[in-house]
């Protein structure tokens, strides 16, 4: 039989690569009812997941890891992290975009931005005003598409720049929350 680890010494393990281990908690907005299992976060891929995720299963010669999505509360104590279920990939920007809500968009093309720009001149009342707000925040949205990288996407809010994030990304920050794939580590006793 192979020499099997217990869930203290996977803890002791998780720790000792520099990931976080928090606690697991029951209900969805925070409250300190918490189970046995563990979660471990702090991965800053998805490939890097994915391989620790095999060396606890290898480790404890059993699948007692798997990896999910979690969130926290942020503001207190921040050690409490409930899980949104299994995880297949890490977070993208849609993700991130969806719990932005409906006045949150990513940056239009050029050709949307001349189409758009039709509908503000077609509301002319006389006022350049309009027109010439909205070409200014055009003028800074695109400039920001230009100067995102690849891997990056640019967000507005109502037609104002918001920010750039990754398309891909294994974290992110939104309201009160923090959202995080990592590995959910299940209790089990020690085995003799």
């Avoid at 095999?54 to 999505?69: K, Q, R």
């Avoid at 006022?127 to 640019?154: C, G, M, N």
């Amino acid at each position: 039989m192979t020499n099997v680890l217990t869930f203290n010494e996977l803890i002791s393990l998780a720790e000792s690569r520099g990931y976080t281990i928090g606690e697991n908690c029951l209900e969805r907005g925070g409250y300190p009812r918490l189970s046995l299992d563990r979660p471990i976060i702090g991965f800053d891929d998805w490939e890097e997941l994915e391989l620790f995720c095999d060396t606890l299963n290898e480790a404890a010669g059993a699948d007692v890891a798997t990896i999910v999505y979690f969130h926290r509360r942020n503001g207190w104590y921040n050690t409490f992290w409930y899980s949104d279920g299994r995880a297949f990939t890490p977070y993208t920007a849609d993700d991130y975009l969806k719990t932005l809500g409906d006045d949150y968009s990513y940056a239009d093309l050029p050709h949307m931005v001349f189409t758009r720009l039709l509908d503000v001149a077609h509301n002319f009342d006389g006022d350049f005003t309009p027109i010439k707000q909205y070409i200014e925040s055009q003028e800074e949205i695109q400039a920001e598409v230009k100067i995102a990288r690849d891997d990056e996407t640019v967000i507005t809010f109502l037609d104002e720049y918001y920010k750039t994030v990754p398309k891909v990304m294994m974290r992110y920050l939104h309201d009160t929350y923090t959202y995080e794939v990592g590995i959910l580590l299940e209790y089990f006793e020690t085995r003799d």
